[in-house]
């Protein structure tokens, strides 16, 4: 079992910056592949990116490439994502979770989510 446990969502203005964390509970953290997903009312969940156990390996949606970018410290077990120049669009939930696979950007192949931290951009 792996617990997941979001942090650093907030209300920001549009063009700002934020920076989420998700720390992993799991000391075989390195051993998963992560992923950041975001939910907006009314809306499925939808895939942002993934990053590969190493680190050496990522992938975006199309609607955040060039002002997200995920990473992640296996020593921390933590995975980052930095998002830069924030639209209004990007308001919703945002969710990291864990899978044994890499590369997917479906929520099927993870099996751990966390809560999910709230990210607001007002115009």
């Known amino acids: 079992q792996v617990q997941l446990v979001e942090s650093g969502g907030g209300l920001v203005q549009v063009g700002d910056s934020l920076r989420l964390s998700c720390e992993a509970s799991?000391?075989?953290?390195?051993?998963?592949?992560m992923a950041w997903f975001r939910q907006a009312p009314g809306k499925e969940r939808e895939f942002v990116a993934t990053?590969?156990?190493?680190?050496?390996?990522?992938s975006y949606a199309e609607s955040v490439q060039g002002r997200f970018t995920i990473s992640r410290d296996n020593a921390k077990k933590t995975v980052y994502l930095q998002m830069n120049n924030l639209k209004p669009d990007d308001t919703a939930v945002y969710y990291c979770?864990?899978?044994?696979?890499?590369?997917?950007?479906?929520?099927?192949?993870?099996?751990?989510w966390g809560q999910g931290t709230q990210v607001t951009v007002s115009s």
């Open positions: 799991k000391s075989t953290f390195n051993s998963y592949a």
């Open positions: 979770a864990a899978a044994s696979v890499y590369g997917s950007d479906s929520p099927q192949p993870y099996s751990y």
């Open positions: 990053i590969k156990w190493g680190g050496d390996r990522t």
